[in-house]
Every structure is written in C-alpha cells, then in structure tokens.
C-alpha cells in the first residue's frame, strides 16, 4: 500500500527521583511521538529533560502527558476536580514540559491525557472541557490525542483544536470499534506476532478483528505502544517492523 | 530629583489550595514588580493563574520566584541539591509559571530566587551557577534579580545576563553595606516612616544609614517590599507614597 | 434539664507548614473532642504536636481525622481509591498521629474521616469499609464517629466497632433528617444565636426544626462545630455557653 | 568460633506506588532485621504493610528507617532541617510504621537514620540529638542502630537509650577504623567472595583489613548488606551463607 504511514506513540518519562520505570532509551528509537509525562503523576524534571534530549535527538516528537496531581496513585486513580483547577494545572504541566523540552532542543507539539484523566475525560464531559481549555488558553495550534468518540476529542473539535485519533496496538475491540474493557476476556494481547499483524491491518485496511471474530472499522492516526517492560519494548518493536515490512512508514502526526 | 525612578518588588503567588498567604491583590496595587512563586516552595497553578491576571490588570511585571521542592519547608530550608538537578528544577518552574501568565495575558520576565534558595546562592557558587545556568539556557534575555555581591549576580553576569541588583527596605545595614544578620540587633525595621524614608534616601542619593550610624553607598536597581501581613502591606503603600511626595517614579526594570 | 451531656467536636491541625489555617488554641478552649488531621490533606508533625499538647492541656479528647492524601484538594476532591490503599493509608495516618499524641501526653481515642473521604463514605460502601477495616485491624477499641445513616457507621457496627452518631450546629436539616444539601437553600446557618438555639434543642429534646418548618428528630452523641475563621470560633463559643445555661455538660464520648 | 553471633540489616520498603525498588522478598529471606522505609523518603503504606507482613512471616525484626521528607531526592539531600520540626517529623514517621506493622502482626523494635539523615547524624549534632529526642519522647526502650562514632550513637548513649553499632559489609575501611570516602579508591568492595570474608572475620574476629593493608579493629553488633539490585541480594546471601559455614548465627539486636 503506496504512500500509508501512521504515527507510533508511547508514555514515557515516568521515572521519579530515584525510582525508574521502563526503558525509556529503547522506547524512543521504536516510537514517532512521545507522551512525556509532566511531573503531577510521574516524572521529575531531570528524567523529563533527559528524555527530551533522548527524544530530540532520535527525531521524535515530544508531547505533554498530562496527569492528575498524584504521584503515590500515578495518576491512575480518578479525581473529582473542580474544572477551573483542572484547567489550571494542564496548563501548569504543559508550560514545565514545554520549558525542558525547550532547553533539550525541542518543544511540545501535542497534549495528550494520562491514566485516570484519559479514562475520565472518554464520558466526563467537565474534565474533558477543563483539558480543552487548557490546550486552547495556551496554544489552540497544539492538536489533542485521544480515544475516537471521546468527549475529550469531541470537546476539542468543538473547541476549534485539531484532533488526532489514538488506536491501541494490544488492545481487544468490541464489535461496535470500542475498546473491551480490561475486565473482560480478550482486552489485552499478549503475543508481539498477532498484535503486529493486527496493527498493519488496522493501518492498511483501517479494520479490526472484534473479539467476536467480527471485522469492525476503525480509524486511527496514532497507534499507541508500551514500553514499561522488556515485553512490551519488544512488543513495540515487532510493531514498527511489521509496519515497514508492509511498506507503512512512520510518520509523527505533528 | 527630576528623573529618578525605582521598582518595587514583592513575593505574591504564595498560598496553596486551602491555604491562603499574604494579600496579593493589595500588594499588586503598590509594587511594579511581581516575584510569583512557581509552586515548588508555594503556589498551586490556580493561586499562580489568578495572581498573574491580577498583575496583568494592574501594569505590574512578572517574575518567577523559583525556590526549592519543599513545601512542607516553604522553601526555606537548604536543600543540597545535585546543580544539574537544581537546573532543571528552576527550568521547569520558570516554564509552568510562564504558561500559567501567557494564559493570563502576561509572561515572565525576570527570574529571583526563594528564601533558602535566595540565600544559598549569596555563597553557594555551585547553586548559584546552577540557577543561572536555568535562565541562560530557558531565555538568556531574562534578567536575574539578587544581592548585589552575591554569587548568584556574579554568575549571571559572567553568564552574559542582565543583572538586577535588589535592596531590602525594612533590613538593617552594616557600614560595609550589606545586610545585617537576622540575628543580629538592627536586623529588621519595622516602623513604616522610618523605612519609608530610608528607601527615598536609597533611591534619591544611593546611600543608606548604617546600623552603626555611618553613611554607606548601596546602589539597587529594585528594592524588595513585603506583603504577607496586614503590616507590610501598610509598610510597602507608605513606601511607594514617600517615592511619590519625593518625585521617585515606579517603574519596573524588565 | 438534670444530667444531660453532649460532646462537642471541631476540627484542627490543619495548617501545613508556613500555612496557618484556624485558630486551634481557641477551639480547643471550646469543645471536649479535637478531630486532629494526619498529615495526609493537612497538618504538618510539628502543626499536630503543638495542636496535641493544646488538647492534653484543655483535657481535649484527640481522634484521627484521616483523609485522603491530598495537599494541593484539602483533601475535598473525591479520589477513587483502591480499598486496600486507602485501608493502608488510614492506618498509617491514625499511627503517625497516635505516636504524636503519646509524645504530647494524649493519645488517639476516635477516629473520624475527613472532607471528601466523610462524604464518600455516606454512600461509598467500598471505601466505608476500607476506612472501618483500617481501625477494626488497628484498634477495635476505637469508636468511630460519622453520619447517622452512613454506609460508615453501618459498616463500623457491623465490624463491632462502637459507632457515635454526628449531627452538624450550622446545617440545616430535611424533614427526613438528613443534612440538607448544601447546593440547596437553607443548607448553612449563620446566626450564632439562632444556632445554639438549635443545638440546645437537639440535645434537649433530640429534634430540630427543619427547613419546611417541621419538627425532626435527630439523635447526635456530637455536634460538630467550626473554627476556620473569627465568626466560627465565636458560633462554637455561642453554642457551649447556651448548653452550659441550659445545663447540659460537655462531656467527650471517648 | 562457639556461640558468635550477629545481625544482618538492610534497607527495605522502598517503592512507592506505581515504582518498585529492589527484591524485599528476597531481601527479607537473608537478613535478620529490616530497616523498613517510612513515607518520607519512600514508602507507601501499602508497601510498608506488605513488607511489614513478610517480614514477620520470616521472623524478621523490623525498624524504622526515618528520613527526611523528600520523595523526589529520595532523603539523598541534606535538608537544613530546624531540629524540632527533625524531632516531630522522626515521631511521625515512627508511629506511622508502629500502626502498620502492628496491623503486619510485628512492631517497631529499633531506629535508624536513612541516607543523608543518616550521614548528617554522624558529625551534625544538632539533627542527631534531633532524631534521639524523638526516639526517647516516643519509646526509650527502641535502640538506635548507627555508625560507632557518630554523634547519633552519642547523643542516644547520653540520652540512656541502647545503641547498636554498625558495620558495612561492602565498604572499604581506613587504618582508624572509619569508612574510606565514596569519593576515594576502595569505598565500596564489589565481589561477592571477599565481602563475606571480611564479614566473617569482622564478626568472628573483631577485625578488618583497612585500605592500607593494616589490620583494624572493628566492633560492630549489625551488618549492614543491600538489596536495591540482584548483585546485591546475592552478595548479601553469599555473607549471609559463609557465617553459617563459620558457625555464626544471624541474631537480631532486638
């Protein structure tokens, strides 16, 4: 298929302090675009700088993993906020991350929501708002990257910002193209060869194996990886692989 | 004095969630210059977006105050950081706080460290190199405001940085022209007529009386009022109108 | 009225730091029961150990009041916890400050949740029972104090732990009731005086008037009053005088 | 050698949500006392229950390894603590441990000093007599484990409490007895093979061979092995091995 690309992204820059979490060397010369974590779940200001450089100097694209203020949850715990504050603190985030990727010769180019706060803003139409305007207050150019059919991305559209939609590479998909949900059988594949393949298809033909065994349609222009095991490195990396075996380059959306 | 002029700066941006510091709005209506707390010793984004919305409305310039990550010590314990670490810290405060302003239809324009941090870098040439080292890297047009003789001036300036060189108007000085220890008797005035006029015959005449009655020359581009009790906001207001009744202008020097 | 007695209750510790919030010294001239923060949504060590000795000098009764652990929220953002974490971090706030309180001369004799935490476990069964497992495992001799009604006090009771039941000075209540909410008219009361009217009533007579004029009856073994600003330590003060001229002793459950 | 014996401690306890440090489990297979973490510098409570619960499944004793607050520098950064704040924050941490390993089924037994805190103690004396004040205001029955010839282990004798001497099975030592510096050749010894020569001569002989090749004589009641990486568990059981086969029984102290 002449001319298909997509773009690969991963979370990286989650270490803190002295505790690290994945590879994030090995991460950045698989991926297209980094979501860079912002210091309010993960990440101190010496990892993000450090993977900012990594970032710069593989070519790849550096975005604002924003998060809940909860590094002993990792953002991964749902937080009531008021919006205004959740506002406040997306764009607090994006400006730290903006001046580290700055100084490491790079910049943010796109926002992306972490853990609980991508979970949330799929239904919750106040957060998804509240990291809307935080997006647009600061730069309306920068484009938001999530789940297609979130409110998040409708709140952007809405909103006037550019929308990027994110597939994920090892997750199972329903019949309707939503994502099974991890409490159920078939959420999460395991084996590198069939997440590989699923992601040239997704690419190339813009479909899915439902866990039904139905083919649903489904439209991504970002793919996301993992990279916080060896597993998962090497799960990424038999993506990019496949993906150039079948002649899709890789291409950051920003 | 025909043509004298001098700015005003004071620490605002300092309360936390729940917890409400100082009278920011008061003191935003008397100094030119703004030292925001960058949310590292004080200031979450909401208390930061709003304090700089405030100084937009009123003319007055921002600056970040960046300071240690402690806020339990609000800043003001030393804390023996790694350089390379205190550099990205300060690179990431000055971004957030610079995001937050752009949003509030301001930006930062100048750097002054916090407390512990303020007083380190009088000595500590690492700590102090390793702040400069922050601002020449984020934007090297950004002045550095400080104690003149301090280590931190001296780094800035051999780092190619605009130096703002800062007197205190309720401290006690010794006949060599620096400030008397805390410690010491004759450290802090506190009758506002008493400062008010001192800091006329500082900017008027470049000298201060010292704690030994002598006449010393202390030369200040700004001069640090404070604002965190009903007090000093009545001290900073008689300070700024005994400029005024003596033809001193205000005028921020970023 | 001969041998009637009730417990007053009120928050404190809660300053953080350079951060004062309150006025602990005079609430704890007021009631009998001192709800101490943790650490975890307020309350630094030293804020807690100067706030225990006030209590141990007053023959204050000191009970934990846990929170989430959440400085920037006060702890008045719900968070979605995992039981078992919060079970955790229950049990480490109720010993941080139980090690205090012994320093001080007191000890740790109720527990009561905090803002969002007390809130959610009115209708959360979940984190209801993970707060009451915490003080089950820690101590079953410890009484917990909540809502009437609440998943809390039933999940307390059917732990066997001992349960004492809350009732509010300043709110008004439903025909029913129960609280009425405070997005609602009639949510808050602000007249001293008409308060510790109320109060007399409840412990009188175990009813109040409700907002629809109706006569309700509410059982309360604690009424818990404010001292956050000026105007609530003078409601506190309101509220004992009344009961003492109605001859209702203060007596801590505990 | 009939009848010797001695410790093993270690560090343990360390992650801290979402990021994992070090093998407790192993750990706590190999030593005989476990310097838990407790919230400061690392730890959750969620961490410190499950560390606690094996600790006390192997019959190990466990301590309260107290820093100071600092997640991101992990307690590594001498903090200008004022020494009250020291005290209360060192009592905090103590009873929070206490209620989480009473809830493990074990208790505190011991204190030690982590990191920088634990360097500062040896010359600093006002942090020392800091944390040894708040060992005895809390329970002066708890030993204090530290290095001989600290100011810690000094200010806790003149306090009456019991002290534990310290020796590291893989540092270097001078001809006085005293640690080589990290920054000089020989600090730290790597084989596995040699530590647990020198441990066993340490503990059956009283004696090390300094960096100068001289013998010297080195009291110490604990030894201190690592667990932060799979070299160290190993190391830690190869010392732990070549006791036994010296007939030396691992004792804890408390």
Known sequence: ??????????????????????????????????????????????TLRRCCE??????????????????????????????????????????ALEAVARVAGTRVAYVKPHGALYNATVHHAEQARAVVEAVRAYDPELPVLGLPG????????????????????????????????????????????????RVVQLVTEGTVVAVDGSTVQVRADSVCVHGDSPG?????????DALGEHGVDLRAFA
């Open 1 to 46: 298929m002449s001319g298909a690309h997509v773009d690969l992204n991963s979370d990286v820059g989650e270490s803190f302090g002295r505790w690290e979490l994945g590879d994030d060397d090995a991460v950045l010369r698989v991926v297209s675009s980094a979501n860079v974590a912002c210091g309010f779940h993960a990440g101190d200001a010496s």
């Open 54 to 95: 990594t970032a710069a100097a593989h070519g790849v694209v550096v975005g604002a993993q924003v998060g809940y203020r909860d590094l002993a949850g990792f953002g991964r715990r749902f937080i009531d906020y008021d919006p205004t504050e959740l506002t406040d603190d997306v764009v607090y985030q994006i400006g």
């Open 150 to 197: 979130s409110r998040l991305l409708a709140a952007a559209e809405a909103a006037g910002l550019r929308t990027v939609r994110e597939a994920f590479a090892d997750r199972g998909y329903t019949p309707e193209g939503t994502l099974v949900p991890r409490s159920e059988k078939g959420a999460v594949l395991s084996d590198p060869a069939v997440v590989a393949d």
């Open 232 to 240: 998962a490195v090497a799960m990424a990396t038999a993506v990019r």
